[in-house]
């Protein structure tokens, strides 16, 4: 989704600006843009396609400035163009803006009858239009923005600045990250905090309702009404090269090589000696879990599959009941929450619109005994509006597809799921340590697929030509199926779905021919002969298969059959370790078609927008 940088200093911010746009390019965008003041009054430039453009722009006609605002727009209203590309202007002011306005209809009929001319098809446009009224009627920028703010029905993150007012530079929050950066005579805002690291490792992160004023030699935090805030500094322990691609050509295949790592990461302190310890939920979850009977999961994307395996879990093995619904469709029902639940959402980011409108959603009921949320950042809003954060420590995730989010929180949600079943008496020490053991395999058992990348590129080689494939697995394999059908689709622009085996002949065998790779993850276990037995419907329909399974669940090549042989794991690894082949396959074919393999076209890293 868009990304908003800001800088106040005495140097020139330029260059500050254009760094922390390409640290932001990860979220998605298609155009870029900034406005600064200088000597001239306000510039701007503004460019469609990647940020190297808006660099190249500005390096045929340089500006030089002490305070500017920046933007990557993920187009929501109007065609991305450079009309449409933000700042938007009025005539001294300019703004940047992450969010949807969404009575920007009236706002803007209001205030062509008041006289001002619009360029752009965008919701944010009225926002400098309302701020430049609010100035032309004797208001300074900070009393502007209190008063306009009220007005604006929806989401916003707001940089604003006014060439009449080269000392400041105002933000506000409503719905939409914004994290203020604190340097020494010099102060910085941006969408994510990685954007601002080459300047700064101390944040100050901005609440619902904040407003901030920013000068080169300070900061104040208000509401609308003009009641002062305190908010936190926090050191950054990130370096600034935490987010760059290393030795790899993308951030995706470095994401995808960084899981055992992640994966270890996740679980280091979390247990010991075969137990999972109580203390990862932190000092109040015994007291919030000890009334939960029931699981009740939200997510949206990959972090919806992460939660459709751990279903199988709660009730396999927890033996506690467990539902599992995407965000966006759970937020506009009016969902029946059983007594005692314990609300889990899932998330990466943290800051997905959807999942943070369903988590809001669900606090209206009573029955929520505790919320607690699975996310990969500390600081993002999931986390400030739950009562327990089970942090993934996967490290900063760029690429637009997730991938070590995705395992990461897998292992949490076994975490979870073990301390359930402990609590509930469905599992006995002996138990939970064979658990335990399974999920301390897991960055071994990753590594050793890892080991066969070079398999992996010449199978995609031979589906290059495909124009679809079928992903398929049965029980927590049949998310895992999902999960690598979205990988591919998400990446390579191949359209693939994903059933559950046993669904083949209901309707989806119909497609199976030639021309339809199917794509089956076949572990071990006691659905094996069922998936056999699917299979077997494929190939005698003249279907090309793809197996991934253990190398003696007894499958072997032969024409029209290719057999990956995964490493033998258990119940609670085979979801995590079978994922990285079909990321794999995803990427390859992906580089293999030249695709934009860590921004694929139309999508953002970080929606949050619904
Ligand atoms: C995954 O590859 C996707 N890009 C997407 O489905 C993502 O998982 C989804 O938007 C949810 O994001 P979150 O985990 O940050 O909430």
């Given at each position: 989704?868009?990304?908003?940088?800001?800088?106040?200093?005495?140097?020139?911010?330029?260059?500050?600006?254009?760094?922390?746009?390409?640290?932001?390019?990860?979220?998605?965008?298609?155009?870029?843009?900034?406005?600064?003041?200088?000597?001239?009054?306000?510039?701007?430039?503004?460019?469609?396609?990647?940020?190297?453009?808006?660099?190249?722009?500005?390096?045929?006609?340089?500006?030089?400035?002490?305070?500017?605002?920046?933007?990557?727009?993920?187009?929501?209203?109007?065609?991305?163009?450079?009309?449409?590309?933000?700042?938007?202007?009025?005539?001294?002011?300019?703004?940047?803006?992450?969010?949807?306005?969404?009575?920007?209809?009236?706002?803007?009929?209001?205030?062509?009858?008041?006289?001002?001319?619009?360029?752009?098809?965008?919701?944010?446009?009225?926002?400098?239009?309302?701020?430049?009224?609010?100035?032309?009627?004797?208001?300074?920028?900070?009393?502007?923005?209190?008063?306009?703010?009220?007005?604006?029905?929806?989401?916003?993150?707001?940089?604003?600045?006014?060439?009449?007012?080269?000392?400041?530079?105002?933000?506000?929050?409503?719905?939409?990250?914004?994290?203020?950066?604190?340097?020494?005579?010099?102060?910085?805002?941006?969408?994510?905090?990685?954007?601002?690291?080459?300047?700064?490792?101390?944040?100050?992160?901005?609440?619902?309702?904040?407003?901030?004023?920013?000068?080169?030699?300070?900061?104040?935090?208000?509401?609308?009404?003009?009641?002062?805030?305190?908010?936190?500094?926090?050191?950054?322990?990130?370096?600034?090269?935490?987010?760059?691609?290393?030795?790899?050509?993308?951030?995706?295949?470095?994401?995808?090589?960084?899981q055992p790592v992640a994966l270890a990461q996740t679980l280091q302190g979390r247990t010991a000696h075969g137990r999972v310890l109580e203390a990862c939920l932190g000092p109040q979850a015994e007291a919030l879990l000890a009334?939960v009977?029931?699981?009740?999961?939200?997510?949206?994307?990959?972090?919806?599959?992460?939660?459709?395996?751990a279903?199988?879990w709660f009730?396999?093995i927890a033996?506690v009941?467990?539902?599992?619904?995407?965000?966006?469709?759970?937020?506009?029902?009016?969902?029946?929450?059983?007594?005692?639940?314990l609300?889990i959402?899932?998330?990466?980011?943290?800051?997905?619109?959807?999942?943070?409108?369903?988590?809001?959603?669900?606090?209206?009921?009573?029955?929520?005994?505790a919320?607690l949320v699975i996310c990969n950042?500390p600081?993002?809003?999931?986390?400030?509006?739950?009562?327990i954060a089970l942090m993934t420590h996967a490290g900063?995730?760029?690429?637009?597809?997730?991938?070590?989010?995705?395992t990461t929180q897998l292992m949490a949600l076994a975490l979870v799921m073990l301390l359930m079943a402990r609590r509930s008496g469905a599992i006995d020490a002996e138990r939970e340590a064979e658990l335990v053991a399974q999920l301390e395999a897991a960055p071994r058992l990753v590594e050793?697929?890892?080991?066969?990348?070079?398999?992996?590129?010449?199978?995609?080689?031979?589906?290059?030509?495909?124009?679809?494939?079928?992903?398929?697995?049965?029980?927590?394999?049949?998310?895992?199926?999902?999960?690598?059908?979205?990988?591919?689709?998400?990446?390579?622009?191949?359209?693939?779905?994903?059933?559950?085996?046993?669904?083949?002949?209901?309707?989806?065998?119909?497609?199976?021919?030639?021309?339809?790779?199917?794509?089956?993850?076949?572990?071990?276990?006691?659905?094996?002969?069922?998936?056999?037995?699917?299979?077997?419907?494929?190939?005698?329909?003249?279907?090309?298969?793809?197996?991934?399974?253990?190398?003696?669940?007894?499958?072997?090549?032969?024409?029209?059959?290719?057999?990956?042989?995964?490493?033998?794991g258990a119940e609670l690894t085979?979801p995590i370790v079978?994922?990285?082949?079909?990321?794999?396959?995803?990427?390859?074919?992906?580089?293999?078609?030249?695709?934009?393999?860590?921004?694929?076209?139309?999508?953002?890293?970080?929606?949050?927008?619904?």
């Open positions: 989704m868009c990304g908003i940088v800001g800088a106040i200093a005495q140097r020139n911010v330029s260059p500050i600006l254009i760094e922390g746009l390409r640290r932001l390019e990860y979220r998605g965008y298609d155009s870029a843009g900034l406005a600064l003041v200088g000597d001239n009054g306000l510039q701007r430039r503004r460019a469609v396609g990647k940020v190297a453009a808006l660099a190249d722009a500005l390096a045929a006609s340089p500006l030089d400035s002490r305070l500017g605002i920046a933007h990557t727009r993920w187009a929501t209203h109007g065609v991305p163009a450079e009309r449409n590309s933000h700042p938007h202007a009025s005539r001294t002011v300019a703004v940047v803006h992450n969010g949807i306005i969404e009575n920007h209809e009236a706002l803007r009929t209001r205030l062509i009858d008041a006289g001002y001319a619009f360029e752009s098809e965008t919701d944010t446009e009225v926002v400098a239009h309302l701020l430049q009224q609010q100035i032309d009627a004797g208001s300074s920028l900070r009393q502007a923005l209190c008063a306009i703010l009220p007005e604006l029905r929806g989401a916003y993150a707001l940089a604003v600045i006014d060439a009449n007012s080269p000392d400041h530079l105002l933000l506000a929050r409503k719905g939409s990250p914004l994290v203020l950066g604190v340097g020494i005579g010099e102060h910085f805002a941006a969408s994510d905090a990685l954007a601002l690291l080459p300047v700064t490792n101390r944040f100050v992160y901005l609440e619902e309702g904040d407003i901030a004023e920013l000068r080169a030699s300070g900061y104040e935090i208000f509401t609308a009404d003009g009641t002062m805030q305190q908010r936190p500094v926090r050191t950054s322990t990130l370096s600034p090269d935490a987010v760059d691609k290393g030795p790899y050509r993308h951030f995706m295949t470095k994401e995808i090589f960084e009334r009977r029931n699981v009740h999961i939200v997510a949206c994307g990959t972090s919806s599959h992460a939660g459709m395996v279903r199988y009730e396999q033996r009941p467990c539902q599992v619904e995407l965000a966006s469709e759970f937020r506009y029902r009016n969902p029946v929450i059983a007594p005692d639940t609300f959402t899932i998330s990466q980011s943290g800051e997905t619109a959807d999942t943070l409108e369903a988590l809001r959603h669900a606090r209206q009921s009573a029955n929520v005994a919320a950042a600081e993002s809003s999931l986390v400030r509006e739950s009562d900063p995730e760029r690429s637009v597809a997730s991938t070590k989010a995705f050793d697929v890892l080991a066969q990348n070079d398999r992996i590129r010449q199978i995609a080689e031979s589906l290059l030509t495909k124009q679809n494939a079928l992903f398929l697995g049965r029980g927590p394999m049949w998310p895992v199926a999902m999960e690598g059908a979205l990988k591919l689709k998400e990446v390579s622009y191949v359209h693939a779905e994903a059933y559950a085996a046993g669904e083949l002949k209901h309707g989806p065998l119909a497609l199976v021919d030639e021309d339809m790779p199917v794509i089956a993850v076949a572990p071990r276990g006691d659905l094996l002969d069922k998936v056999k037995s699917n299979l077997q419907e494929v190939r005698a329909r003249g279907g090309e298969l793809l197996v991934f399974a253990d190398a003696e669940a007894g499958f072997r090549d032969e024409p029209g059959v290719t057999v990956f042989g995964m490493p033998h085979d079978y994922t990285i082949p079909l990321q794999l396959l995803a990427y390859h074919v992906a580089v293999l078609k030249g695709t934009d393999v860590d921004q694929p076209r139309n999508l953002a890293k970080s929606v949050t927008v619904e």
